[in-house]
Each structure stands twice: as structure tokens, then as C-alpha cells.
């Protein structure tokens, strides 16, 4: 695949989460496309799946935006920084159980990495750092809360 359809394929992508498209974003996926969330832990395999955790993160941040900062294509990989903006309304499901909403506006970059073949994304790994999501909706305090009693 050419870079540019590549860089179309990660665009539409994060164009179809934004818009909370899930049939288009579905159809972007190969059938047994993988899913490797390695912030928590998380790797699922398959269409359904993908959605589910898609979903999830949006039932968490229901206005949850993300925008890619930089791309780079290369040998059918495209790598893109993107910083989600969202705020936590809803119920996180964390690798430590569930975290009710905090109300927390919640900024977090990340770098996402996309295989695509025949036009299909076949794979998908996304690094962002959990603990910061986890302080910022109040799931972990930090010091200063600590000390304050929180």
C-alpha cells in the first residue's frame, strides 16, 4: 500500500471513533484484527471485540476526541501521535475493576500504531500512560492529595 493510503486508512479510523461510526469503524478492521492496549494490559482479537473496548472507553468519556498531532507511514505500519480530550462521565472499567465518574476533564497523549493490509487494519497497538488517566479522574491520588487527606 502507498503511504498516503496508509495515513487515510489511521485518519478514517480515528475519524469513524470521533463520530462514533462503529459500523464503518468495523468495517476498517480485518475480521480477526487484534487490539493490543498496552496502557492496561488489554489485547483482544477480532471486530466485536475492538468495538466493545471502543465503546467502553467512550461510555467512560462520552465526549472522548482525539486528534492526530503527527503520522508516519512506513511498510504497511502507520504510527500516529494523537492527544485525546474527554471528560470522565461514565464508568471506567480499569485493570483494577470499575471507577465511577469523577466529572474530571482529562487530557493524554498517545502513540497508536496501525498494521494495515488490503485496506484493513489487521492490527492496532496503542501506548498512553494508564496511572495518568488513573490521577486524573481521581483513581490514585497524588501526594498533595494524599497530604490534603483525599
Not at 479510523?13 to 476498517?28: E, K
Not at 472499567?93 to 497523549?109: D, L
Request: hydrophobic share 35%; charged share 25%; proline share 4%.
Amino acid at each position: 500500500m502507498e503511504n498516503e493510503q496508509l495515513l487515510d486508512v489511521a485518519r478514517e479510523s480515528l475519524n469513524t471513533f470521533n463520530m462514533r461510526d462503529w459500523d464503518r469503524f468495523g468495517d476498517l478492521l480485518a475480521p480477526n484484527a487484534v487490539y493490543d492496549e498496552v496502557g492496561t494490559g488489554r489485547r483482544v482479537t477480532g471486530r466485536d471485540d475492538i468495538l466493545d473496548v471502543m465503546r467502553g472507553w467512550c461510555d467512560a468519556f462520552p465526549d472522548l476526541k482525539g486528534t492526530i498531532e503527527h503520522s508516519i507511514p512506513s511498510n504497511g505500519r502507520v504510527l500516529c501521535e494523537v492527544t485525546y480530550h474527554g471528560k470522565h462521565d461514565g464508568h471506567l472499567k480499569a485493570p483494577s475493576g470499575t471507577i465511577g465518574p469523577s466529572g474530571k476533564r482529562v487530557t493524554t497523549r498517545c502513540l497508536q500504531m496501525f498494521r494495515v493490509t488490503d485496506g484493513h487494519v489487521v492490527e492496532m497497538r496503542n501506548y498512553f500512560d494508564m496511572l495518568h488517566v488513573l490521577i486524573a479522574v481521581n483513581a490514585i491520588p497524588t501526594q498533595a492529595a494524599s497530604r490534603a487527606g483525599a
